[in-house]
């Protein structure tokens, strides 16, 4: 399956956008919409940082965990997703770029490494699912980053 990138323009240098979304909880501020029952596990932030959550999307509900397995500060986060009892892996991707104006370009891509093969007969419809999904996870990002900017670079 081909994967799902979104992004967003934000006002906050790269680093402060970093520092925030390093922070694994930070996450169930802006996904709460459709991440529920978040069950933390590892560092609060960095490589193994680690939750798992309840998915609740396209109708069905689904627990997920989440694993930070790499980071790049502060331009890349990489989770490694595991869901639907192994038969579904991927990994989630924040790239954070600095605009030549001022501020940050935040991308997040969806890439399944796996996919049961309900999601891959429906790709077209899970797609769309995850895209829209993720294009409010970026406008929540935004009002959340709006909210900790006294804090984001400290």
């Known amino acids: 399956m081909r994967p799902v990138t979104v992004s967003i323009d934000v006002p906050y240098t790269s680093e402060q956008v970093y520092d925030f979304l390093d922070v694994m909880a930070h996450h169930e501020r802006f996904t709460n919409h459709y991440l529920t029952n978040w069950r933390y596990s590892g560092p609060d932030r960095g490589t193994g940082a680690c ?40 990994h989630g991707t924040y790239t954070i770029d600095p ?13 399944w490494v796996r996919a049961p093969l309900a999601d891959r007969l429906l790709a077209p419809v899970v797609q769309a699912t995850m895209r829209r999904a993720n294009r409010v996870v970026m406008r929540r990002l935004a009002a959340e980053l709006a909210r900790d900017a006294p804090a984001a670079g400290s």
Not at 55 to 74: I, Q, S
Not at 102 to 111: E, Q
Request: charged content about 25%.
């Open 51 to 90: 939750v798992t959550v309840t998915a609740a999307l396209g109708g069905t509900k689904t627990d997920v965990t989440m694993e930070v397995v790499e980071v790049d500060p502060p331009r890349r986060i990489v989770e490694r997703n595991v869901s639907a009892a192994g038969r579904r892996i991927a």
């Open 99 to 111: 605009l030549r104006t001022g501020g940050s370009r935040v991308s997040f891509t969806y890439a």
